[in-house]
């Protein structure tokens, strides 16, 4: 009980002659640095670890010494500057980050882990890279990161990686262009970070690039979509994982450009321009994620063998707005997927040998558009319903594709369920009909005849008598809403006979 | 005549379309539909906007042929009694249009039939009330359709022909029309005229409105021209302004040929 008030007194003094001391310390290293690169206090382990020799209080006061070694660390490491930090630290040491804003800009050059207590923040000074990774094997996790550039043609972003195997978790990104801006790396794992765009600049900055902003009311000015960075941004990189993330307010909430054998799974992009965005990519897989409420739930462009399976893309709404939007991309494989309350659910066009298998297209304006120049694309066991038009073809021949796969047709909600055999499968064709066809673009107000009974009625004489010189698709074998139970129920006496 | 006197004929004439329509069998039918529809709706829909489009569908079809068929029915069903009801010291015109907001008022009670249930399902009550009160306009429009076709007709047969043909005229007939000439360059190049005459249509104009309030179709689709962005802008004013346009007209239109009738 004595020795808590000697401890208390010790530590309050010694902690002011050590607050001096570091001063001075930091002061000399910074000296010694600039004379010589090779800095006088590196730790093998964290960068605190290793403080000058104590002082004769200190070795005369062994209790007070524990306490002020306590004191002392944190308040050396709140005093370094993290960059600082990061240059002395041990190639794969871990830095923890205390609570509270941290300046930016970092440049990480070693492996290193960079771990942040509740509340620790990097903040850039809202020019440049907020976090630059130049190294392979670091890891960013727990922190905070925002205030980076605003330049698009710089690649402004808060992280900025192009070291390998680096990994990026449970950080929340926010008031930067680009978010995780990934550049000719592999094997990077972002893995369950927030990440929101920033959507406004002050009035009073100076201008981002000309024509970035539009006046508002409330004195900021809006950072227009097309002029916002991507939540994960990936150019020329192989084999990423980018799993868990919840993106929002951003240009593109996932962007991949030549970027190969990589992963995008469980997560949620959601007001953004386009939630996936997928150029010149090859044998990706986007699985189970989320893309709601953006102009473009997905848009997979000139890439080749991508699995997209059991996504969920909603309500994407407005007037060129998709669910998914597939261009010129071949050999990729579309399965599971729920594509609900968009403007245009599916939408393909020049595509060739794609696969499209068990989606649910419902509830959309235009359930699946499909044009011209595209052959061998097999649609099988999707649902089609509830949309206000099933089809838009366009006016095109759509005759090379299969609207079936080995007598597996798809399930459209407005055909003649005549099924007599009871296999689950159509008796009669099912023709789709797009009776509005190139008038859409010629003469967009033809959309007020959407919904219309006359339209539906002209549909409904066209599955019974094919109308001569209007498009359509015919799939021959169309599924009754029983067919998935007869199938079970098949599936189930097979095995019990067995 | 007095206002006394007149609001006695009204009271008198309402009671009876009243205890008429208790028997109708058009009227029957359509509260059973109504109920069905309602219950259906909260079954059935996954939620609050495909209940909406549900109510819409049943709106479009059955609330407009079937408030047709109560207006021929009122108008038709007294024929034989004309002489003798027409010596009644009673307007023609008041005659008319109690029949009018007899009817209406029936239809108004019966269909929250339809609509009660809906609330059930998980829409909201200011998007219910909305949807209500087109729809009831809308049986406002075809109500006095029924009762000017009624009152056109020498016989209950002439009249509900007539009813019907005007009815699928305005349902599909407008809409092929519109259809085919939207393919022609000429009327490409005005496309308000085509737009104007979708606009005239009632049952365009609540389909539209419905659509767009359920935000089945994007809103940017069909705005193009100034004509039909102010329409989308204003969609339920409009369709409140068309119906309630027609309703007058052919109440009007119903009571002058009632007076010929008389001549």
Same mark, same amino acid.
């Given at each position: 009980?004595?020795?808590?008030?000697?401890?208390?007194?010790?530590?309050?003094?010694?902690?002011?002659?050590?607050?001096?001391?570091?001063?001075?310390?930091?002061?000399?290293?910074?000296?010694?640095?600039?004379?010589?690169?090779?800095?006088?206090?590196?730790?093998?382990?964290?960068?605190?670890?290793?403080?000058? !020799?104590?002082?004769?209080?200190?070795?005369?006061?062994?209790?007070?010494?524990?306490?002020?070694?306590?004191?002392?660390?944190?308040?050396?490491?709140?005093?370094?500057?993290?960059?600082?930090?990061?240059?002395?630290?041990?190639?794969?040491?871990?830095?923890?980050?205390?609570?509270?804003?941290?300046?930016?800009?970092?440049?990480?050059?070693?492996?290193?882990?960079?771990?942040?207590?509740?509340?620790?923040?990097?903040?850039?000074?809202? /020019?440049?890279?907020?976090?630059?990774?130049?190294?392979?094997?670091?890891?960013?996790?727990?922190?905070?990161?925002?205030?980076?550039?605003? !330049?698009?043609?710089?690649?402004?972003?808060?992280?900025?990686?192009?070291?390998?195997?680096?990994?990026?978790?449970?950080?929340?990104?926010?008031?930067?262009?680009?978010?995780?801006?990934?550049? !000719?790396?592999?094997?990077?794992?972002?893995?369950?970070?927030?990440?929101?765009?920033?959507?406004?600049?002050?009035?009073?900055?100076?201008?981002?690039?000309?024509?970035?902003?539009?006046? /508002?009311?409330?004195?900021?000015?809006?950072?227009?979509?097309?002029? @916002?960075?991507?939540?994960?941004?990936?150019?020329?990189?192989?084999?990423?994982?980018?799993?868990?993330?919840?993106?929002?307010?951003?240009?593109?909430?996932?962007?991949?450009?030549? /970027?190969?054998?990589?992963?995008?799974?469980?997560?949620?992009?959601?007001?953004? @321009?386009?939630?996936?965005?997928?150029?010149?990519?090859?044998?990706? *897989?986007?699985?189970?994620?989320?893309?709601?409420?953006?102009?473009?739930?997905?848009?997979?462009?000139?890439?080749?063998?991508?699995?997209?399976?059991?996504?969920?893309?909603?309500?994407?709404?407005?007037?060129?707005?998709?669910?998914?939007?597939?261009?010129?991309?071949?050999?990729?494989?579309?399965?599971?997927?729920?594509?609900?309350?968009?403007?245009?659910?599916?939408?393909?066009?020049?595509?060739?040998?794609?696969?499209?298998?068990?989606?649910?297209?419902?509830?959309?304006?235009?359930?699946?558009?499909?044009?011209?120049?595209?052959?061998?694309?097999?649609?099988?066991?999707?649902?089609?319903?509830?949309?206000?038009?099933?089809?838009?073809?366009?006016?095109?021949?759509?005759?090379?594709?299969?609207?079936?796969?080995?007598?597996?047709?798809?399930?459209?909600?407005?055909? *003649?369920?005549?099924?007599?055999?009871?296999?689950?499968?159509?008796?009669?064709?099912?023709?789709?009909?797009?009776?509005?066809?190139?008038?859409?673009?010629?003469?967009?107000?033809?959309?007020?005849?959407?919904?219309?009974?006359?339209? !539906?009625?002209?549909?409904?004489?066209?599955?019974?008598?094919?109308?001569?010189?209007?498009?359509?698709?015919?799939?021959?074998?169309?599924?009754?809403?029983?067919?998935?139970?007869? @199938?079970?129920?098949?599936?189930? /006496?097979?095995?019990?006979?067995? | 005549?007095?206002?006394?006197?007149?609001?006695? #004929?009204?009271?008198?004439?309402?009671?009876?379309?009243?205890?008429?329509?208790?028997?109708?069998?058009?009227?029957?039918?359509?509260?059973?539909?109504?109920?069905?529809?309602?219950?259906?709706?909260?079954?059935?829909?996954?939620?609050?906007?495909?209940?909406?489009?549900?109510?819409?569908?049943?709106?479009?079809?059955?609330?407009?042929?079937?408030?047709?068929?109560?207006?021929?029915?009122?108008?038709?069903?007294?024929?034989?009694?004309?002489?003798?009801?027409?010596?009644?010291?009673?307007?023609?015109?008041?005659?008319?249009?109690?029949?009018?907001?007899?009817?209406?008022?029936?239809?108004?009670?019966?269909?929250?039939?339809?609509?009660?249930?809906?609330?059930?399902?998980?829409?909201?009550?200011?998007?219910?009330?909305?949807?209500?009160?087109?729809?009831?306009?809308?049986?406002?429009?075809? #109500?006095?359709?029924?009762?000017?076709?009624?009152?056109?007709?020498?016989?209950?047969?002439?009249?509900?022909?007539?009813?019907?043909?005007?009815?699928?005229?305005?349902? #599909?007939?407008?809409?092929?029309?519109?259809?085919?000439?939207?393919?022609?360059?000429?009327?490409?190049?005005?496309?308000?005229?085509?737009?104007?005459?979708?606009?005239?249509?009632?049952?365009?104009?609540?389909?539209?409105?419905?659509?767009?309030?359920?935000?089945?179709?994007?809103?940017?689709?069909?705005?193009?021209?100034?004509?039909?962005?102010?329409?989308?802008?204003?969609?339920?004013?409009?369709?409140?302004?068309?119906?309630?346009?027609?309703?007058?007209?052919?109440?009007?239109?119903?009571?002058?040929?009632?007076?010929?009738?008389?001549?």
């Amino acid at each position: 009980m004595t020795l808590a008030p000697v401890t208390l007194r010790s530590v309050l003094r010694l902690g002011v002659v050590r607050a001096v001391r570091a001063r001075y310390f930091l002061r000399s290293a910074r000296d010694s640095r600039a004379a010589n690169d090779d800095s006088p206090f590196v730790s093998r382990r964290v960068v605190s670890a290793r403080a000058p !020799k104590h002082t004769r209080e200190v070795a005369c006061a062994p209790q007070a010494f524990a306490a002020l070694l306590l004191f002392s660390q944190p308040l050396l490491a709140a005093t370094l500057p993290l960059q600082q930090r990061i240059d002395a630290a041990a190639p794969h040491s871990t830095i923890r980050i205390e609570a509270g804003v941290h300046n930016g800009a970092l440049v990480i050059n070693k492996p290193l882990t960079l771990a942040g207590d509740a509340g620790a923040e990097i903040r850039g000074d809202h /020019t440049g890279k907020v976090v630059t990774i130049a190294a392979n094997d670091v890891t960013l996790r727990d922190l905070r990161i925002t205030g980076s550039g605003l !330049k698009l043609l710089e690649d402004d972003a808060a992280v900025f990686v192009t070291g390998n195997r680096v990994t990026i978790e449970h950080c929340v990104i926010a008031n930067s262009l680009h978010g995780v801006y990934l550049k !000719k790396v592999s094997g990077a794992r972002v893995l369950e970070n927030r990440i929101q765009g920033k959507t406004t600049i002050p009035v009073s900055g100076e201008p981002v690039e000309k024509g970035v902003g539009q006046s /508002t009311e409330n004195c900021d000015t809006a950072l227009l979509n097309n002029w @916002r960075g991507n939540g994960v941004h990936q150019w020329n990189c192989d084999g990423n994982l980018i799993r868990g993330n919840d993106i929002s307010d951003t240009r593109d909430g996932i962007y991949f450009s030549f /970027t190969n054998n990589s992963r995008a799974e469980n997560n949620y992009v959601h007001q953004t @321009r386009y939630g996936l965005h997928y150029m010149y990519s090859d044998t990706n *897989a986007v699985v189970n994620n989320t893309f709601s409420d953006n102009a473009a739930g997905g848009a997979i462009m000139f890439s080749k063998e991508a699995l997209v399976r059991g996504n969920r893309f909603l309500s994407n709404r407005g007037q060129r707005a998709y669910g998914l939007i597939v261009q010129s991309s071949d050999r990729c494989r579309f399965e599971d997927n729920v594509v609900e309350k968009d403007a245009v659910g599916l939408s393909f066009n020049q595509c060739n040998g794609n696969e499209i298998a068990r989606n649910r297209v419902c509830d959309n304006y235009i359930g699946l558009k499909f044009a011209a120049n595209q052959d061998s694309n097999q649609f099988t066991e999707n649902v089609f319903a509830g949309n206000l038009h099933t089809v838009e073809t366009g006016g095109s021949d759509i005759e090379q594709n299969a609207w079936a796969v080995n007598g597996v047709g798809n399930l459209w909600d407005n055909g *003649a369920e005549i099924d007599l055999n009871h296999d689950g499968i159509g008796d009669l064709p099912h023709r789709e009909v797009d009776l509005f066809g190139l008038l859409r673009r010629n003469f967009p107000p033809i959309a007020f005849l959407s919904g219309s009974p006359a339209v !539906k009625l002209l549909q409904f004489a066209n599955q019974r008598a094919q109308i001569p010189g209007v498009s359509s698709i015919e799939d021959p074998a169309p599924l009754t809403r029983e067919f998935w139970k007869i @199938r079970a129920r098949r599936a189930s /006496t097979a095995a019990g006979a067995r | 005549m007095s206002l006394r006197s007149d609001m006695h #004929v009204s009271r008198a004439v309402f009671r009876r379309e009243l205890r008429s329509v208790v028997i109708n069998r058009y009227f029957q039918v359509f509260s059973a539909l109504a109920l069905l529809g309602g219950v259906a709706a909260l079954l059935f829909a996954e939620d609050a906007n495909a209940t909406g489009f549900f109510i819409l569908q049943v709106a479009l079809y059955f609330v407009s042929l079937f408030s047709l068929l109560a207006g021929v029915s009122s108008a038709q069903g007294e024929r034989e009694e004309w002489p003798l009801l027409l010596s009644q010291p009673l307007r023609r015109r008041t005659f008319v249009i109690c029949k009018f907001f007899a009817l209406f008022s029936i239809f108004g009670s019966v269909l929250l039939l339809l609509f009660v249930p809906a609330f059930f399902a998980g829409a909201t009550l200011a998007s219910l009330a909305l949807l209500f009160s087109q729809t009831l306009l809308l049986a406002a429009a075809f #109500v006095a359709l029924g009762l000017a076709c009624g009152f056109l007709a020498r016989d209950r047969a002439q009249a509900l022909i007539t009813a019907v043909s005007a009815w699928l005229l305005m349902l #599909v007939g407008i809409d092929l029309v519109a259809l085919f000439a939207a393919r022609w360059p000429v009327l490409q190049r005005v496309p308000e005229i085509w737009t104007a005459c979708l606009m005239l249509n009632p049952l365009d104009a609540f389909r539209i409105e419905a659509l767009f309030a359920l935000q089945q179709i994007p809103a940017e689709a069909a705005g193009t021209t100034p004509l039909a962005a102010w329409w989308i802008a204003h969609a339920a004013l409009w369709f409140g302004f068309i119906a309630l346009v027609w309703a007058g007209a052919l109440t009007h239109f119903a009571s002058a040929r009632l007076k010929q009738w008389e001549g």
